[in-house]
């Protein structure tokens, strides 16, 4: 993750490879596994906390494994990920959220009301290539 600041200093090639965390951390579906020996008000402030500093960074992923598949052992050339950047774009993947909340014992709905007071920083309109496309129809 990179801040505002270096993405600026990026070329315009490589800001579009980047994404935003705004959604990610608004919407309550970006986490922080919660440690089994902490209490839950203490995590839950130290996590918003944290959300805070991550809601303005700009990412960039590649994936090595689609451990989904099954592969025992990563397969395939690295991928460039993106992430979610609105509700919309969530639709086949609610139920994976579901699952991944009751895995981590998270409400992603209840995340979203503790963060609500995070201001939402101004996105560059060139990040989050992956979900807007240039008008040329190119990513």
């Known amino acids: 993750m990179i801040s505002p600041r270096i993405y600026a200093t990026l070329p315009q090639s490589e800001r ?9 951390v608004k919407s309550g579906m970006l986490i922080m596994p919660e440690p089994k ?3 839950h008000v203490a995590w839950e402030a130290a996590e918003t906390k944290e959300m805070e500093q991550i809601v303005g960074l700009y990412g960039k992923t ?5 451990v989904d598949r099954g592969d025992v052992v990563p397969m395939g050339a690295p991928e460039l990920m993106g992430s979610f950047t609105s509700e919309d774009q969530l639709g086949r993947f609610e139920g994976i959220l579901q699952r991944r909340d009751e895995r ?3 409400q992603m709905h209840k995340k979203a009301e503790v963060r609500n007071g995070i201001e939402t920083p101004v996105v560059e309109s060139d990040a989050d290539r992956m979900w807007n496309p240039r008008k040329d129809g190119n990513y």
């Not at 590649?62 to 689609?66: D, E, K, M």
């Open 16 to 24: 579009e490879l980047w994404h935003s965390h705004v959604f990610e």
């Open 37 to 39: 020996l902490v209490p």
């Open 62 to 66: 590649y994936h090595l494994w689609q």
């Open 104 to 106: 981590f014992g998270v």
